[in-house]
């Protein structure tokens, strides 16, 4: 069982930075391959960016690619999303995700977290 626990979300203007952090529970932290989503009103929830148990392996959504930036430490047991260049599309409440494997459909995912809020205006 893993429990997420993400935070670092807040109001930032157009072309600001923002990290947002997410804090694990369990042992098995490194095993896990982490991922992030974020979920707009009245959309989907879709793929941010995901990054495998050892950090060897990253992959971002080509909508953050080149802005975002996501990491882990084990040690800490937390994974975090470095956040350059928002725009007021980014605004969406950003969840943390745990998992075996690995995908863009939240289905790949297990465990979720219960999301922060990313507010960017202009």
């Known amino acids: 069982q893993v429990q997420l626990v993400e935070s670092g979300g807040g109001l930032v203007q157009d072309g600001g930075s923002l990290r947002l952090s997410c804090a694990a529970s369990?042992?098995?932290?490194?095993?896990?391959?982490m991922g992030w989503f974020r979920q707009a009103p009245g959309k989907e929830r879709e793929f941010v960016a995901s990054i495998s148990g050892t950090g060897a392996s990253l992959y971002y959504a080509e909508y953050v690619k080149g802005r975002f930036t996501i990491s882990r430490d084990n040690a800490k047991k937390t994974v975090y999303l470095q956040m350059i260049s928002l725009k007021p599309e980014d605004t969406a409440v950003y969840y943390c995700?745990?998992?075996?494997?690995?995908?863009?459909?939240?289905?790949?995912?297990?465990?979720w977290g219960q999301g922060t809020q990313v507010t960017v205006f202009s």
């Open positions: 369990g042992r098995t932290f490194s095993t896990y391959a």
């Open positions: 995700a745990a998992g075996m494997g690995v995908g863009v459909s939240t289905d790949f995912w297990d465990y």
